[in-house]
């Protein structure tokens, strides 16, 4: 079993920054790439980026150039730096973690293994 905590959530205006974190315990060997989804109110969950192990990235296109997801293996935690923060970013945010093989990571086929709890952002405008 995986087992992961988010931290980081919370209320910003509309252009501003928030960071995000999911600290990965547990059976962590197996994992072979983690991640964030979102989810608001009325809407299914999301993939808004994917790193695998090796450190390559993946982003839904409403957030790339303004999100970015790394990791720091010595702390088994996933980041999620994102800036420019808009009124639509607002969502529950969840850290995700999939054994699914690099291929179907790569290609934004894989589902998670693993969530965590989820951390509330809301953007105001």
């Known amino acids: 079993q995986v087992q992961l905590v988010e931290s980081g959530g919370g209320l910003v205006q509309a252009g501003g920054s928030l960071r995000l974190s999911c600290a990965a315990s547990?059976?962590?060997?197996?994992?072979?790439?983690m991640g964030w989804y979102r989810q608001a109110p009325g809407k299914q969950r999301d993939m808004v980026a994917t790193?695998?192990?090796?450190?390559?990235?993946r982003y839904a296109d409403s957030v790339k150039g303004r999100f970015t997801i790394s990791r720091d293996n010595t702390k088994n935690t996933v980041y999620l730096q994102m800036d420019s923060l808009k009124p639509e970013d607002t969502a529950v945010y969840y850290c995700?973690?999939?054994?699914?093989?690099?291929?179907?990571?790569?290609?934004?086929?894989?589902?998670?293994?693993?969530w965590g709890q989820g951390t509330q952002v809301t953007v105001s405008s």
């Open positions: 547990g059976s962590i060997a197996s994992i072979n790439a």
């Open positions: 995700a973690a999939t054994r699914a093989p690099t291929i179907l990571v790569l290609h934004l086929l894989w589902t998670p293994d693993y």
């Open positions: 790193i695998t192990t090796g450190g390559t990235t």
